[in-house]
């Protein structure tokens, strides 16, 4: 449980969080006590500096005698153990003092007295009084010619401030630590709850249940936006997990029928008459049987290899007109069989790069449906030309159309909409078909009449006829 905390984000980020906000207040709080004896340690300076001024007033104003007893009063005014005089000649000898009992142990330091004598300018000591536990700041300085005076005064504020800073400090971090550490685990607490109704939703979400989402916040933050985009991907696995049900229940369902079937002729010749006329029927079903169903799992293995990258296809120049023309002469009969008008008006000599067999494949497919859904006495008109940079093929029917909303759905492999599954088929041939075109870098689109020329409310009603539009890229290789 404790390591399960220790390997949080929160965790961590709380770590850091309280590290940062600790070393900034103990930085803060360094640079203010810095400052502060800076300030106080200025002030003393200058306290002593004055005291040693207003020597050098008294001693030329009233000789040496007037400084003596100024020593004296000046002490005794602010208290023999807050300050003392000392007045001393260049050679350390001393001829003058305050009441010296709390200071007799405070020397006058020959280096100091030295680096004044060379110097000339005042020297200032920080020592400690001997025997106590305070610090003292002792100044240095000529107050007249041969006469120098020691003063100093016991750093008794400087001590006080300095225990208290202490008491403080330690108080102040204590509770910065503490309240950083405990509002830095809530905010980050609080911040990662996103995360956590994600895992949730992520921990309930199985094959059967996808339909979970998780509420956005409506921050518009990047938690917002991690919500939106595992949303949108739920979205996404649930239409695909939903396709490919839809897909195994087409196969199983197309597989069905050629297997019942091929079972259905062999019962049938077990139960009659055995003879070789009945075995000969029977086995020549079975192979046509066979034949659809190794054609379907052809057409599957060409679609998903060429969706992948790995289609064998082979690009070579060759002339479209001539193989729609082709193509056209093969499906004129079965049109002639329904009665069906077969308009072509195929410009000529249009020259593309392209894997014949595969568009031929995909040509025959859009013919095919183009005849096989179009009634008796009905139409199919194949129009092709090139523009500038693409050549467009448009097969149009007159037969019973397509509703707006399978438009999408007719491309997916084994779709087959409801009005045509009393029709043969397999539900390959459009998503072969645009397959092949994509791989040429074109596509196929479809519309029905009826959804262009009426209304968008009677859009999703299937209409007279269906128009499938193939593009592919032209360049003229002609002049290539
Ligand atoms: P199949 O024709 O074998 O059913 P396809 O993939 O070729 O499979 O077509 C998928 C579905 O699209 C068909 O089942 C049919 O519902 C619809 N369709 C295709 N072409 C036409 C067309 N010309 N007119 C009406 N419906 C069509």
Redesign the pocket.
Known sequence: MIYKIFNTIAFRLTLWFTGIFTICSGVTFILFYFLAVQTIQTQTDQQLLDNASKFSTIIRRNGLVGARELAVVEAQAAGEKVIFFRLVYPTGEVFASSHMSYWKHVHVSKYALTKLIIDKSSVFETVQIPLTQQKARILYSYVAPNVILQTGIAMDFYSKFLLAFKKVFIGAMGFIIIFSALSGWLLIRKALSGVATITKTAQNITGSNLEARVAGIGNKDELDYLVITFNSMLDRIEELVKSIREMSDNIAHDLKTPITRIRGFAELTLVHEENLEDYRIMASNTIEESDRLLDMINTMLVISRAEAGEGDFEFKKINLSDMIKEACDLFAPLAEDKNIRFVQTIEEKILIVADIKMLQRAFS??L???I???PEDGKVSVLVFKEKQQVTIKIE?T????AQE?FEK??ERF???E???T?????????L?RTIVRQHKGDVFVSSRQSSEQSDQQSDQKGKG?I?VVRLPYSNLEVI
């Open positions: 497919n859009l095919d449906n183009a096989k859904y179009t029917d037969g019973i159309g397509i399978y007719i491309f779709y087959r909409a009005s045509s599954r029709s043969a088929g397999t539900g390959l041939g459009l998503s078909a269906s499938f």
